[in-house]
């Protein structure tokens, strides 16, 4: 759990490039990206532990 924490902090912290928002974007418009439910979880729980 640890190391996920930990990873999901260093990309949080890491601005994405113009290529991989490039990237994204092609991916949402073909309707070929599909989101990490679990990464997504743990993102809104980081945040709402930020917060308290």
Request: without cysteine; proline residues 4%; glycine residues 2%.
């Amino acid at each position: 759990m640890q190391k996920s924490v930990s990873r999901i902090i260093r990309q949080v912290r890491t601005r994405p490039t113009h290529a991989e928002l490039a990237e994204l974007k092609s991916r949402i418009a073909s309707g070929t990206y599909q989101p990490n439910a679990r990464e997504i979880a743990a993102r809104m729980m980081m945040t709402e532990y930020r917060e308290v």
